[in-house]
């Protein structure tokens, strides 16, 4: 199993957990409830992939289903995605 992890706008952190049903666990860690939220994707068969957008917004994207964890909704077109910051040493 491989967690990775990607705190939100709002506090919560968002996990991205891949095994051969990946999903994405959402925690928030003032009340510390936890949910799965989005589709859970069958290895091999399915994708799915959990980014930060330009905009600061961490989003799911599968071929099952797409959208922002803040918003809770789905979009037909997807904001680019926020580029890699650099190291210390100035490489990316």
Same mark, same amino acid.
């Given at each position: 199993? #491989?967690? #990775?992890?990607?705190?939100?706008?709002?506090? $919560?952190?968002?996990?991205? =957990?891949?095994?051969?049903? $990946?999903?994405?666990?959402?925690?928030?860690?003032?009340?510390? =409830?936890?949910?799965?939220?989005?589709? =859970?994707?069958?290895?091999?068969?399915?994708?799915?992939?959990?980014?930060?957008?330009?905009?600061?917004?961490? #989003? =799911?994207?599968?071929?099952?289903?797409?959208?922002?964890?803040?918003?809770?909704?789905?979009?037909?077109?997807?904001?680019?995605?926020?580029?890699?910051?650099?190291?210390?040493?100035?490489?990316?």
């Amino acid at each position: 199993m #491989y967690n #990775y992890p990607f705190v939100n706008t709002d506090g $919560s952190v968002a996990n991205l =957990i891949r095994v051969t049903r $990946s999903f994405v666990v959402v925690l928030d860690p003032v009340s510390g =409830i936890r949910r799965t939220v989005g589709p =859970i994707a069958v290895q091999g068969e399915d994708t799915l992939d959990l980014w930060r957008g330009a905009d600061g917004q961490l #989003y =799911i994207q599968s071929d099952l289903a797409t959208g922002c964890l803040m918003a809770s909704r789905r979009f037909d077109e997807l904001p680019p995605r926020r580029p890699t910051p650099p190291l210390p040493d100035g490489t990316t």
